[in-house]
């Protein structure tokens, strides 16, 4: 568990988490993630539009999770494959900010399917491993604050494309 200062260091998602999640072991897709992950790279001329009404729980809370937090963008596939294959809300966070070191690593302002294939192409980690990283980014709260260093952005602002250190 880091100490609670770690949240006012902004390059800490980046070094504590997201070059941790780099570095998983990715594992191939079951049959059945793999049916939906080829039929959504092959929809690329497809648009999915979804009512709000009808959106899952995990694909809502992604989208704004994305559009509040992060300065990228993703496109409607991306969010489908997400809210179907992330087994909870701390998993799906937990690719958005490793999407945001993605995109600043990669020079883009959109994660498309396409880039999304090709950042997973040798697969995904695993639930354990995902799990086990989960773990490891806890932080000692303060007061009513969260323990999660993923709910801290100020934590993650060198992974924000117009972010400059200030200590060089």
Known sequence: MFEFSVTEQPNSIEELFAKKFEKLNKYPMNNETSEIFVKLILSKDSQYEIP???KPFL????ENRISVVHD???DDRVLLFLSFTCPSAGVGVMYCWYLQYEARKR????????IFADIFGSGFPSEDSLHKLWDEQKVKR????????????????SLYKDYKDDTI
């Open 142 to 157: 303060q007061e009513m604050g969260s323990d999660n260093l993923l709910d801290y952005p100020k934590a993650g602002l």
């Open 72 to 74: 990228y963008e993703v």
């Open 59 to 62: 694909y809502k809370m992604l």
């Open 107 to 114: 020079g883009v302002d959109k994660i498309t399917f396409e």
């Open 52 to 54: 709000d009404n009808e």
